[in-house]
């Protein structure tokens, strides 16, 4: 079965590269600061599909899904529910080094680029995205109307952590597009990777990978670093700030 | 004026967490207690995690219980062999207190935790002070004298010591244990637990009214300095910018809370804390038994690479 999928995927590849298209990609801005008063920004990806001699003359029109991924990190989803008259946490899933940010971007919606098969195999979609849980020692993912794993990317989709755009990929030619990706003022920092894959005719035929960088910087960010780091310098200098604001005041409004 | 909050992870505005700092301030200031328990609720409200309030606000119940207890110094109404043996307790007590909190969190029940805490503890608090302070009230009314203290079962306690300053000679035991549950509820709700270490002192230990206040005081600031520094170290959630803008807040309100306090009967005063102790227990109440709007929560681990 695996070694039925690799050759699979192996001739897919090789399929691409005969095929020969080029995907020429940059985004606007490759290292993002995100200073204290940010409130979220966008970058644009642009690109172009490139033909060659070896492309099919009759291959006219191209479908693209943008994948964003911010840097990974474990997340637990908690579940409450009603005991004794009130509620509390009871059940509980891990996920394992999920994206703490993902975007998934395309021309046209998923179902209408490419079948349920190659969608799940290139994780095309939020539901086909590759979310690992740890269930009772095992490591998997669940189908996507699993609660723990649909209230996961819905409690990430309100926050603007998670988002699936089916029409933010436009094209200006028909080998040139464009696309925005929002990063919303809570965007998590380190490094994005962005996945580009072309599909014609439903197939896929290729793609291409690029990234960028998001770096806070300003006070806040020092005062961020500085606690998770150094707890106990930081927990002296607040010790000492408690102490200076306290003697202050009662210099300031000293009555005798 | 929008601020980010680099431990909470939220923008607030300056102006609103600045008053809310003032108003706790005015009424710590007014009752004579450090407003913990009344600031860590309102920094819940306003949508910071309770384990980032709790840890937050230790510091900030640091800086104004360090301004009032200069004052107090300065009075001579500090005993500090009591505050000592307190301190004792209140060390061991914060350090149990900050290792429970991070056992708690990591299992997810923190949250609860604290929210039943609080129903449980000011519930009972607000009521007894509430009826104690409407008791005393009428007995004004009627004219009656208040009746005499008298020793209890806590005086026969063996390891005694003479408190000096206090003129009691009272066992180092029940201060002591005093001491250990003052810190460790403080460090697991964000409370310095002067409104319950106050009256416990006065009634259990029949410590003079004098010293009394500033005593309790010096508990209050070492608990909560060392349970900020436990918090920084241990959990990393101390945010200081939050801290600094209530610490701000807080000792200016606290100045205006003093001067209103002195025209209002001690009596009513008690009987106006009761009151308020109680409302902020029932509203922990509330939202315990109402359905919550989302079921589901989502905790990020740390972020790797």
Known sequence: ???????????????????????????????????????????????????????????????????????????????????????????????????????????????????????????????????????????????????FRSAFTRLRTQRGLYREDASAVTFLTPTLFRTGIPLPAEVPIGTYEVEIKLFANGAFIGKTETAFEIVKVGFEQFVATTARQNGLVYGLVTAAMALMTGWMASIVFRKD | MQLYLPIADLPVNVFLVLAMGAAVGFVSGMFGIGGGFLMTPLLIFIGITPAVAVASVASHIAASSFSGALTYWRRRAIDPALASVLLCGGVTGTALGVWTFTQLRALGQLDLMIALSYVVLLSTVGSLMFSEGLRALMRTRRGAVPPRRTHNWIHGLPLKMRFKRSKIYLSVIPVVVIGIVIGFIGAIMGIGGGFILVPIMIYLLRVPTSTVVGTSMVLTLVTMLFATMLHAVTNHLVDAVLALILMVGGVTGAQFGARAGQKIRGEQLRLLLGLLILSVGVRFAVELVIRPEDLFTIRELGVSG
Do not use: C
């Not at chain 1, 590849?13 to 409130?39: D, M």
């Not at chain 1, 009759?58 to 943008?66: K, P, S």
């Not at chain 1, 840097?71 to 004794?84: Q, Y």
């Open chain 1, 1 to 147: 079965m695996m070694r039925a999928f690799v050759t699979a995927l192996f001739l897919l590849l090789l399929g691409a590269s005969a095929n020969a298209e080029r995907l020429i990609v940059s985004v606007s801005n490759h290292r993002v600061t995100v200073t204290p008063n940010y409130s979220g920004e966008e970058l644009v990806l642009f690109g172009s599909v490139e033909k060659d001699a070896a492309t099919p003359t009759d291959r006219t029109a191209y479908d693209l899904v943008v994948t964003v991924m911010g840097p990974r990190a474990d997340m637990v989803t908690r579940r409450r529910e009603r005991k004794f008259g009130i509620w509390i946490n009871t059940d509980y899933r891990q996920f394992l080094q999920v994206p703490s940010y993902l975007a998934l971007f395309a021309n046209r919606p998923f179902e209408a680029i490419t079948s349920p098969e190659i969608a799940r195999r290139q994780q095309i979609g939020l539901n086909n995205v590759l979310l690992t849980q740890r269930v009772s020692g095992d490591y998997a993912d669940v189908v996507p109307n699993d609660a």
